[in-house]
């Protein structure tokens, strides 16, 4: 096959295959150009960038090129595994789902920062750009399949949200929070750059399956430097999703970042960036350590793959887009194969240990907070500790048991879309009480409940749901990931999986006392004399609707959470097989 053949056969896979299945990555693109358009041309000029933005977000969820979420409910077998744009991305029901995720809780961002009117309407169009754009790189990091793409899509992401956190130009600490921001994120991404030049280096590829099967070929004639290199570049690349997922030890960033940002980018950056951050750690840790096949269900060490596998490809999959992807071509028929059991064990005890130093230390550190946003960003490093928990069970049953790892990432899947309406739902009240306070300080929420008692049982009821407690959906989502726990246990034996549901459970229990501080507050401290001289309520109908809008899925899946648990499931059912 000559190179013009090459080219012809890469174009039209592009177009015919990965181009469609790219859908609302597209309208988000042609979405930011029709806003920026809106700066520069007379004509459209006078045009509010807010419903652009909006019907983009709705045509990119709704369209059908790329899949709906709500479809994998009817049937997951259209969402099986698709590696797109010669194997940079993959395209199934988990990028679904995720893509989901994230552009619902976009549109359900702007409707709050058109409430809250932070931003004047010209700063609007800026901030709407900046979300689209990060939203843009956070679904490309979802759907990563390639160390490069992942770089990639994690400078997408973060780049605009550095500027988000400035944009609040009346406040001095919103400058200072950029700034923190920007160098922590500059400093990160060299550091997990040059781990995965490491990783390049050693393997000889940079994309994920292919990763997997090289290792698997090389382990046993690993030599000592190398593996040192491995393991360097491994924890260089671990060190950038840390920062993302503001993981201890790398969450310094976040309390002053949280402080200083306005609350609407403090949401964005809570659960959105969090969520594909998240999702991105499942696909390293799946692409690095199992082979997905369209065959069985059944697994091997790699270690145990024989040398005469090989594969064609330097830095990308060398399968035909359109085709259901293995990684490698040669074994489309074969077992999955996951890592070798040394890595395996690594991999999984190194994210145990980070998700339960993240989750302790986020929930003791919140206790001496007395700003709403520093202690919500604590609590924001404490849930990506629970939700990190869900990770290790993945990593040690993928090798026994691929529909018990499949259900630990259906419990993560779950644990997002709940989390997403606890944190939108505390960051749109605290943006809608600081409007109307002026403040941010937990003191000055004192006698809330006798002013505006409606928002203050909706703050009340997100709070407890954040600690877990039944009947709010908190609850169901903590319970799904620690019955992973018990599963991986159960399958794997491995102890630090019993000594993190310990740990989770604990930590459960301690940060009931900080949230219930604040509804002390609210609830039973005597409202200021400055207060008691205004009359009405502080929170008009408009904004008490939308904060209702947020809160009652907050209960709401506490009883219908079989349905969610089914789309989890549907979403997650050919991750990895």
Not at 274 to 285: C, I, S
Not at 429 to 451: M, P, T
Not at 474 to 495: E, P, R
Request: glycine letters at 8%; one cysteine or more; a neutral charge.
């Amino acid at each position: 096959m000559n190179f013009n053949s090459l080219v012809d056969q890469a174009i039209d896979n592009t177009i015919c295959t990965s181009v469609p299945l790219f859908g609302p990555e597209l309208v988000i693109c042609v979405t930011i150009f029709v806003l920026l358009a809106t700066r520069v041309l007379p004509l459209v000029e006078k045009i509010d960038a807010f419903y652009l933005a909006l019907i983009g977000l709705f045509v990119a969820l709704c369209i059908p090129f790329g899949g709906q979420p709500w479809r994998m409910l009817a049937s997951s077998d259209e969402f099986a595994r698709v590696e797109i744009f010669s194997g940079m991305l993959v395209y199934d029901g988990f990028t679904v789902f995720m893509r989901g995720i994230l552009l619902v809780f976009a549109i359900l961002l702007l409707l709050l920062v058109r409430l809250s009117k932070v931003f004047d309407r010209r700063d609007g169009t800026d901030i709407y750009t900046l979300l689209l754009g990060a939203t843009l790189g956070l679904s490309l990091m979802a759907s990563a399949n390639h160390l490069l793409m992942i770089f990639l899509a994690v400078e997408m992401a973060s780049v605009p949200s550095y500027v988000l956190a400035g944009m609040r130009k009346d406040r001095r600490l919103s400058s200072e929070a950029a700034l923190k921001y920007s160098i922590y994120g500059a400093g990160t991404a060299g550091i997990m750059l040059y781990g995965i030049s490491l990783v390049a280096g050693v393997t000889n590829t940079l994309h994920l399956p292919t990763v997997a099967t090289r290792l698997a070929t090389m382990w046993p004639e690993l030599s000592v430097e190398q593996t040192y290199v491995l393991a360097l570049g491994g924890l260089m690349i671990m060190i950038g999703l840390a920062f993302k997922l503001s993981a201890v030890p790398f969450h310094f960033w976040c309390p002053d970042v949280f402080e200083g940002a306005s609350a609407e980018v403090n949401a964005f950056l809570s659960v959105a960036s969090k969520a594909a951050a998240l999702a991105l750690l499942v696909r390293v840790v799946i692409g690095v350590g199992v082979i997905p096949s369209t065959a069985d269900h059944s697994t091997v060490a790699l270690a145990h793959v024989p040398p005469a596998v090989e594969t064609t490809f330097l830095n990308v999959s060398d399968e035909q887009p359109g085709e259901p992807s293995n990684g490698i071509r040669g074994v489309a028929s074969g077992p999955s194969r996951a890592g070798p059991a040394g890595l395996r064990n690594f991999m999984g005890l190194l994210i145990a240990v980070i998700a339960a130093v993240t989750c302790t230390f986020g929930n003791l550190a919140a206790y001496g907070q007395r700003n709403i946003n520093r202690l919500l960003a604590y609590s924001t490093i404490a849930h990506a500790g629970y939700m990190m928990m869900a990770v290790p069970p993945v990593v040690a049953m993928t090798s026994q048991n691929i529909d018990g790892a499949e259900k630990a990432v259906a419990a993560l899947a779950m644990y997002m879309v709940i989390y997403l309406f606890m944190n939108l739902g505390a960051f749109s009240i605290v943006a809608i009480l600081r409007d109307q306070l002026g403040s941010e300080e937990i003191a000055d929420y004192a006698g809330l409940i006798r002013r505006s008692p409606g928002i203050s049982i909706c703050f009340a009821v997100i709070l407890f749901s954040l600690v877990g407690i039944p009947p709010l959906a908190g609850f169901i989502g903590k319970f799904a990931i620690f019955a992973a726990l018990v599963d991986g246990w159960k399958v794997s034996g491995h102890g630090y999986l019993m000594a993190l549901l310990i740990v989770g459970g604990i930590n459960t229990a301690v940060s009931l006392f900080y949230y219930l501080r604040v509804v002390r507050v609210i609830a039973i401290d005597p409202e200021p004399e400055n207060r008691r001289s205004s009359e009405g309520s502080l929170v008009s109908r408009v904004q008490f609707g939308y904060v209702l809008l947020v809160t009652i899925p907050v209960v709401f899946f506490f009883f219908q959470w079989d349905w969610l648990s089914q789309l989890a499931r549907a979403a997650t059912t050919h991750l990895l097989s």
